[in-house]
């Protein structure tokens, strides 16, 4: 596996300069959120980092990277093949950047749509990707303060800021997002059962 330094080095060449910032960014909002909770810090600024490394990949070669890799595409992202680019991305960190640890790659296919059952690390990379310190969208303010009080939190107002998002423009909404959404939301209500007297 390359070196963080070596990895931000040979990500620059393959991203546009908005989004390369826009990865550092993500990876420093990682490395908090990780130290905030308790998890891997090493890991998480490698996700953080890279976990847009597909995302400047044109239209047109989506699909081929996708029978490529094996990655199954449904209706919803065969009409809007960004969403794929976790999942691609993933396999290009693997390939690229030579990872292999499951949690980072998990963490990279994960932060588009989610994902029901996720651990630690992608549900910071999930939120960071929203809330990194670049990002100015209505309601951004809102995921921000909800991940001082709980990742769960973070990402059921995220979804529910991207689902509203998606509705006015007349999209798709990929059953996925619903799925992330309901799973924190029930994790969010267990939470707060254990903590009433």
Request: hydrophobic share 40%.
């Amino acid at each position: 596996m390359l070196k963080l330094d070596e990895m931000a080095k040979k990500l620059q060449q393959m991203l546009t300069p908005n989004r390369f910032r826009h990865s550092v960014n993500t990876m420093e909002t990682c490395i908090r959120l990780a130290e905030k909770y308790g998890a891997d810090v090493d890991k998480a600024a490698i996700a953080g980092l890279i976990h847009d490394c597909a995302k400047d990949l044109d239209n047109d070669v989506i699909l081929p990277m996708c029978e490529k890799y094996g990655i199954i595409v449904d209706e919803v992202s065969g009409s809007q093949p960004k969403l794929l680019h976790g999942e691609i991305g993933a396999h290009m960190a693997k390939e690229l950047f030579g990872i292999d640890d499951p949690q980072i790659l998990d963490a990279v296919a994960d932060h588009t749509l989610g994902r029901p059952g996720m651990d630690v690390i992608s549900s910071i990379v999930f939120i960071a990707d929203y809330i990194e310190p670049g990002r100015d969208f209505e309601g951004v303010g809102d995921i921000r303060r909800a991940a001082e009080e709980s990742l769960e939190k973070a990402i059921v107002i995220g979804i529910n800021s991207t689902i509203r998002h998606v509705l006015k423009k007349g999209q798709l909404l990929h059953p996925r997002s619903v799925m992330t959404r309901n799973w924190a939301l029930q994790k969010l209500k267990e939470k707060e059962q254990e903590q009433q007297p």
